[in-house]
Structure formats: C-alpha cells, structure tokens
C-alpha cells in the first residue's frame, strides 16, 4: 500500500479527504456560466498543458471527431444491424414503417437540439442527471440517478457484452448448435472487464478506436444500402408495391413502433455527458449534434429501405439478426461481413457506453448522491476510475441476472419519462431563468413539440402494457427510501460514519485516486 503522502496531487495540496469534506458544489448560476464561458475562450483553456497538465482534474481531450464519434458509436451499436423489426412487426407496412423511421429520426433531431441548448448553457457533465439537478432540486435527480445506475446502464452493458460475445461464438458452433450461457457470459464478462480497464488507463487510445471504429460502422451500413438500392434498380420492387395496405391504426400499436424506432436512435444525449471533456464545448458540442443526427437519420432511413427492398416484411419479422439474413440472401460468400461488422459494432456502442456512463456516476457522486470515493479521479490517468470499476461491477452482476431483458423493459418507459423532464428543463429555465446565458437558443416551439411527443409516448403504454409501466415506476419509488438515509439523513452515528470514511480511504489507496480539483 503507498503511503499517504503519495497520494498528495502535484500542487501538494492534501487530496486524501473523507467524506465530510466533500460537499456538493453550488449550482452554476448564470453569472458563473458566463465567467465559465469566458474562462474557456481565453488563450490557456481549461484542461489544455498549459492550465491543467499537472491537475487532478478531467482533461479536455475531446474535439470535434472525437464527439461525432460517441454519438454515433452509440446510436450506430448492434440495433440496426440486429433488430429494426420492432417497427415492421407492429405496423404491418412497408410505407408506414418507413415514415415512422423518418419521425423518429426527425424526433431525435429536435431533442438533440434542445440538448446543444442545455449543454452549452449549463456546460456539466452528467447529461440528464445535471440538468434535472438544476432545474427541478435534488429528489428528481436522484431517482434519476438511482434508475440510470442500477437498471439502465449495467443491463444495457450486459445486453451489448452478450451481443458481441455471441457473434463472436456463433462461428465456432454453427447453426445446429446452441452456445452455451456460460461461455457467452464469460466472454462478454471478459469484454466488459478489458474495455472498463482500457478507458481507465488509455483515454487517448480508447478515442482513437472509437473513431477507426465509427468509419467501419458507417461503411458497412453504407454497403447494406448500396446492396439494397442495386437489388431495387434490377426491379427487385414488389415490397414496395402497395406500400401503406393493411396499415395499423391502433394508438397503442402506434406507440410501442415509436418506442422501437427512438430506441434505435438512443444515444444522441450521451455526449453531454461529458461536457467537461470536450475542447470548447460552447462550438464542439452543437456541431457534433448537428452533423451526427441527420448522419444517422438518412442512414437508418436508407439503411431499412435496403432490408424491405430484399427481404419481405414477414422474413423481418422472423429474423433475429436481419442485417445477418439479409447477406445470407443476397450477399453470397461475402454474407460473413455482415457478423463481423455487427461484432465491431457491439464492440465499439460498448467502449462508448462504458466511457459516457461513468461521467454521469461520477457527477452523481460531485452531489454527494453517491458514495464519495465515486467522485474521485486517478491521479495518473486522469479519468473517474472508481466509477468506472463500480459500473464494470454492476455490469457482471447483471450478466448473472437471468431476467435481465424483463429488467430493461421495466425500466425503458420511465427512462422516456425522465428524458421529457430534462428537455422540460428548457421551458422550465426560459420561464425561471430569463437572463441566463444560452449561446444556443432554440425556439420555444421545438422543445414544446418535443415534451407533448414523449407525454403521448409515456402515457399511452400505461394502456397498453400496465404490469410493465407499474414495475419501472415501483423500481424508481425504490429509491426514495435510499436518498433519505444516504442523502438527507447527515448527522449518521459516528461507528458509520467512521466505516464508511475508512472505506473511502482505503479505496482511495487501491485506486491511487483523489477528489477533483477546482478550476480556477
């Protein structure tokens, strides 16, 4: 174990701090965000060598490529490439699946608009968890917080882990052959441990892949829509012949293909997340919004133009892996590509994953509602460390949980609840904070049309699926009990108290971790 004072950053200042002094930060007021504003502006930029090379504080190492790059390594994960039959299958119809694509493309668009808003007007890391903090008080955040990190974030790693893991497998055991659980486990435990430990100590290799890996994403979504629009000019057009016949109409029906869709595009808020680590965050980050949804709405539009072009909406349906069926059916000896790609591509949405996800526990921690040891950095890498370890925890936990698909379910519609409360935030500050400095600033009717879709799109499965809607909503009262008595509940009996100060120090030892410095 090193000693105490190894663990002093830099400038000498004592980092090994217990719990009781670390109090939350104040809440950025507009006046500060100017300053912020400023302070960023300036020739020595916050987290350049010239200002934080010797700081324990998160390096801005992000431009612009760097920030398309996590957008679209999370939206373009495994889903198009694995299951767009979510929309076909409740639809009915070529015609109306499509322009469902197309407003869920146009949907994202809009939220990821009212993002660069509250991105650069509140420049935090954390996403939806910072601004729910600031506009609607600790409780809301919380139970945000507490969703994100015990359902949402380690089921959707789990559920990427096993996705690689089993195109990885499927060569070795053929069709005939079932993989065995515990060999998908396995290997996607392995991934999960190997790409926690590479964003932990490598932040600029782990950056450098996810951009080689973007490229490889889009060019193969780039071959299946070449492929598709050759098969459709050699008047391969039946599918689309009567496009809009044996529509379905019912609301409910309506609603679960929106979700199936907006889930397809889940991922373009995850930038903001790591707010703080983008080089000019007031310019890089509304740029990489705005070249990366359109991207990936044409994309994905084309993308499923090309699967109902060659396959018919019942072989979409029955398919498991469709971009899989699809190159079984017309690219030949080259169908292989297809797994490969999917494999990177799970690969990489997870990299992605595991970087953005800690930001948000790490800020959680900042607030003090999470353990305090989750709000220190490593002194040697730069990078949240212990929440990095903590989420990779989780993670393997969930690999474990049989019904870790039905968790995921529960929890999706209060996720869509808590995405609407956050792009409220907007109205919310427009109405409250009138002065506040906005360098983006959208017109009121965006994050309005915004609000009204996701209230249609929260309300209408309590018709639809009740027994789901109440468990996500009973999963997040759970967490009411816990924010009480970590969070409100101060003066603790001095045993805890002591418990919990010699935990964070011990951690704070096997990490070589220490509490974030303020910037000037």
Same mark, same amino acid.
């Given at each position: 174990?090193?000693?105490?004072?190894?663990? &002093?950053?830099?400038?000498?200042?004592?980092?090994?701090?217990?719990?009781?002094?670390?109090? %939350?930060?104040?809440?950025?007021?507009?006046?500060?965000?100017?300053?912020?504003?400023?302070?960023?502006? &300036?020739?020595?930029?916050?987290?350049?060598?010239?200002?934080?090379?010797?700081?324990?504080?998160?390096?801005? &190492?992000?431009?612009?490529?760097?920030?398309?790059?996590i957008i679209?390594?999370?939206?373009?994960?495994?889903?198009i490439?694995?299951? %767009?039959?979510?929309?076909?299958?409740e639809?009915?119809?070529?015609?109306?699946s499509?322009?469902?694509?197309?407003?869920?493309?146009?949907?994202?668009?809009?939220?990821? $608009?009212?993002?660069?808003?509250?991105?650069t007007?509140?420049?935090?890391?954390?996403?939806?968890?910072?601004?729910?903090?600031?506009?609607?008080?600790?409780?809301?955040?919380? $139970?945000? $917080?507490?969703?994100?990190?015990? +359902?949402f974030?380690?089921?959707?790693?789990?559920?990427?882990?096993?996705?690689?893991?089993?195109?990885?497998?499927?060569?070795f055991?053929?069709?005939?052959?079932?993989?065995?659980?515990?060999?998908?486990?396995?290997?996607a435990?392995?991934?999960?441990?190997?790409?926690?430990?590479?964003?932990?100590?490598? !932040?600029?290799?782990?950056?450098?892949?996810?951009?080689?890996?973007?490229?490889?994403?889009?060019?193969?979504?780039?071959?299946?829509?070449?492929?598709?629009?050759?098969w459709?000019?050699?008047?391969?057009?039946?599918?689309?012949?009567?496009?809009?016949?044996?529509?379905?109409?019912?609301?409910?029906?309506?609603?679960?293909?929106?979700?199936?869709?907006?889930?397809?595009?889940?991922?373009?808020?995850?930038?903001?997340?790591?707010?703080?680590?983008?080089r000019?965050?007031?310019?890089?980050?509304? /740029?990489?919004?705005? +070249?990366?949804?359109? $991207?990936?709405?044409?994309?994905?539009?084309?993308?499923? !133009?090309?699967?109902?072009?060659?396959?018919?909406?019942?072989? !979409?349906?029955?398919?498991?892996?469709?971009a899989?069926?699809?190159?079984?059916?017309?690219?030949?000896?080259?169908?292989?590509?297809? %797994?490969?790609?999917?494999?990177?591509?799970? *690969?990489?949405?997870?990299?992605?994953?595991?970087?953005?996800?800690?930001?948000?526990c790490?800020v959680?921690? /900042?607030?003090?509602?999470?353990?305090?040891?989750?709000?220190? +950095?490593?002194?040697?890498?730069?990078?949240?460390?212990p929440?990095?370890?903590?989420?990779?925890?989780?993670?393997?936990v969930?690999?474990?949980?049989?019904?870790?698909?039905?968790?995921?379910?529960?929890?999706?519609i209060?996720?869509?609840?808590?995405? !609407?409360?956050?792009?409220?935030?907007?109205?919310? *500050? @427009?109405?409250?904070?009138?002065?506040?400095? /906005? %360098?983006?600033?959208?017109?009121?009717?965006?994050?309005?049309?915004?609000?009204v879709?996701?209230?249609?799109?929260?309300?209408?499965?309590?018709?639809?699926?009740?027994?789901?809607?109440?468990?996500?909503?009973?999963?997040?009262l759970i967490?009411?009990?816990?924010?009480y008595?970590?969070?409100?509940?101060?003066?603790?009996?001095?045993?805890?108290q002591?418990?919990?100060?010699?935990?964070?120090?011990?951690?704070?030892? +096997?990490?070589?971790?220490?509490?974030?410095?303020? @910037?000037?």
């Amino acid at each position: 174990m090193p000693a105490a004072d190894e663990l &002093q950053s830099p400038t000498s200042e004592m980092v090994l701090l217990t719990p009781n002094s670390e109090n %939350p930060p104040p809440s950025l007021g507009p006046n500060d965000h100017a300053n912020e504003k400023q302070a960023n502006n &300036q020739g020595g930029r916050e987290g350049s060598a010239e200002s934080d090379s010797s700081r324990v504080v998160m390096k801005k &190492q992000l431009g612009l490529l760097e920030g398309v790059a996590i957008i679209l390594g999370i939206i373009f994960g495994s889903g198009i490439f694995v299951s %767009p039959k979510g929309v076909i299958q409740e639809v009915d119809a070529v015609g109306t699946s499509l322009v469902i694509w197309v407003l869920c493309g146009l949907l994202s668009m809009i939220g990821a $608009l009212c993002y660069a808003e509250l991105g650069t007007a509140i420049p935090k890391s954390g996403g939806d968890y910072a601004y729910i903090f600031e506009a609607y008080g600790s409780l809301p955040a919380f $139970l945000y $917080l507490w969703d994100a990190m015990m +359902i949402f974030v380690p089921t959707t790693n789990a559920i990427m882990g096993l996705t690689f893991a089993s195109y990885v497998l499927e060569p070795f055991f053929g069709g005939a052959c079932h993989i065995p659980k515990i060999a998908l486990q396995l290997l996607a435990a392995a991934t999960i441990i190997f790409l926690t430990y590479l964003n932990s100590y490598y !932040m600029k290799i782990t950056t450098k892949m996810q951009n080689i890996i973007m490229f490889t994403k889009i060019a193969a979504l780039v071959l299946i829509i070449i492929v598709g629009l050759v098969w459709m000019l050699m008047g391969n057009t039946e599918n689309f012949s009567r496009p809009f016949e044996s529509t379905q109409t019912d609301p409910g029906k309506l609603s679960v293909a929106f979700y199936s869709g907006i889930f397809s595009y889940a991922g373009w808020n995850y930038l903001n997340f790591m707010t703080e680590e983008l080089r000019d965050p007031y310019r890089n980050l509304p /740029r990489a919004i705005y +070249i990366s949804l359109p $991207l990936v709405t044409g994309i994905y539009v084309l993308a499923n !133009m090309a699967y109902l072009a060659v396959l018919s909406p019942s072989e !979409m349906i029955a398919s498991n892996a469709i971009a899989v069926t699809f190159g079984n059916k017309i690219l030949g000896g080259f169908a292989l590509i297809i %797994p490969v790609m999917v494999a990177i591509s799970a *690969f990489g949405g997870l990299s992605v994953h595991i970087m953005t996800s800690s930001r948000m526990c790490f800020v959680g921690a /900042r607030n003090g509602h999470m353990p305090a040891i989750l709000s220190h +950095i490593s002194v040697k890498s730069y990078t949240p460390l212990p929440s990095l370890v903590f989420l990779c925890f989780l993670s393997i936990v969930m690999l474990v949980v049989s019904d870790v698909y039905v968790l995921i379910t529960y929890s999706s519609i209060v996720e869509s609840f808590f995405i !609407m409360l956050s792009v409220s935030a907007v109205l919310y *500050f @427009r109405y409250t904070r009138p002065c506040m400095e /906005r %360098p983006i600033k959208v017109s009121l009717w965006i994050p309005a049309v915004f609000v009204v879709v996701c209230a249609f799109l929260v309300v209408v499965p309590i018709y639809v699926a009740p027994y789901e809607v109440g468990m996500g909503v009973l999963i997040t009262l759970i967490g009411i009990p816990f924010y009480y008595v970590g969070v409100v509940w101060q003066n603790k009996p001095k045993w805890v108290q002591q418990s919990i100060d010699s935990l964070t120090f011990t951690c704070q030892k +096997i990490f070589m971790s220490a509490k974030e410095e303020k @910037r000037d």
